[in-house]
């Protein structure tokens, strides 16, 4: 039992000599945390020391401190003059503001605390003392530190404009940093979360088979005229005034991960990969939990998901998920065919049947050929022609008509009729009809060709 705590003693006095040993050198210590509209907040942090101690390993416990915790380590090296600095840095994205005291504590930071007080309106407060009391016991000041290119500060961005603070104010009214070799209380900031960088609703990405993918992003409201800018300078088209909807079209999906990442909007942890091997695109992002949607729509199913939807439109609401988006598509068909030969080959196809219909039209009048003129009832080779006689058909169920006589046979007139005195105008017998008149073309007349 005493040889175990005579253990720990000496290691807890190994740990102090080293922080000491650091601290009679140069110290490079900063927070930076940047407060999002959608009720985030992002950190950065950056611990390193000058090379005079001759020892660069003492900040490895720290190091492996922050990975455990699920930040993003990186080795920093950097040179001020003659001196130089090594360390690493560690950062994390999307923490919501309720849960920062929580997340602080993982890495030794106690006293972080972000409280809303009212609607939109936050209160900051950190107590940095525990972070500088061992410099300043070892006579370590800002003036040393700053002689040496090193510093301990605290820096705060925020996305609308201070209410508050004892800290220094910068000239746009959104950020504030604290000199915390010089701080004698904990760093205070009262701001609103409105009225700063807005953060879309909803996003919505539609992966076209030409291997390209069309991005909207929708706000309910941007007030900052500077985002609009911003987002103009990086070619969305804007439309709409209070809400608004920023457009981009035609992205090649190996753009896409950078497109959304020079946002700064919460895209900075999505991921978007194509394995060349399998043919699958593969979408990742620890979105930020915040009340808003994410919608991706593809050409085909997708392989895989953890959306609740299903079929070729995923969505998902990124105040309800507990895990990152993640969705593995194909984009199956190529690239399609583009546009203008579409066009050229539907007119191709239209002016090609045009021309088998008139080819079939001009093929059916030659086979029928011109058609002769009816010929004049009555004239054959310019000559008059008698007209045929007309027999008259008999009609089923009556009774025949009576022939006609063939010839015509007068009588001499008389002067006078028997037993009367009185003329006898030469009435044909009884029995017969005189016969049809003959066409004479000679007779001319009374313009009759019948007298």
Known sequence: MERTRTRKILTAIILVCSILLCLTGCIRYEVKTR????????????????????????????????????????????????????????????????????????????????????????????????????????????????????????????????IETNGRDSTDGKTIEWNLMDVSSPCYAKFNLKGGTAFPTETKITVNKNKTADIELSFEKMEDDDQREALEDLGWDLGGKSRVTAAKDGVKLEDLQEELNDLEMGFEKLSFEYDESDKVYTLEWDAPQNKSDFVLELPNEAEDSNSESE??????????????????????????????????????????????????????????????????????NNQFTQPQQFAPQSMPGQPSMPQMPQTYAPQAPQNTTAGSGLPNPGFPQAGSVPPPQQYNPQNQDNNNPYL
């Open 35 to 162: 407060i999002n509209a959608d009720g985030t907040a992002d950190f950065r942090m950056v611990y390193a020391i000058a090379d005079v101690a001759g020892d660069s390993n003492t900040t490895d416990s720290t190091q492996k401190k922050f990975a455990n915790a699920g930040w993003d380590v990186e080795k920093y090296e950097e040179t001020d003059g003659n001196t130089k600095y090594t360390g690493f840095t560690a950062s994390i994205k999307g923490i919501a503001l309720e849960d920062i005291e929580k997340e602080m504590k993982k890495v030794d930071m106690d006293g972080f605390k972000v409280e809303e007080e009212s609607d939109g309106v936050y209160t900051l407060r950190w107590d940095a003392s525990s972070n500088t009391d061992d410099a300043k016991r070892q006579g370590v000041s800002a003036d040393y530190l700053t002689q040496y290119g090193g510093y301990m500060r605290f820096i705060l961005e925020l996305p609308g404009k201070v």
């Open 311 to 380: 079929g070729t439109t995923l969505e998902w609401s990124l105040d309800q998920i507990e895990e990152p988006i993640s969705a593995e598509f194909k984009v199956k068909g190529g690239g399609g065919i583009p546009m203008f030969l579409l066009i050229a080959i539907i007119a191709g196809g239209v002016i090609l049947i045009g021309i088998i219909i008139l080819v079939i039209v001009l093929i059916s009048k030659k086979k029928k050929g011109p058609k002769a003129p009816d010929p004049v009832p009555g004239i054959q």
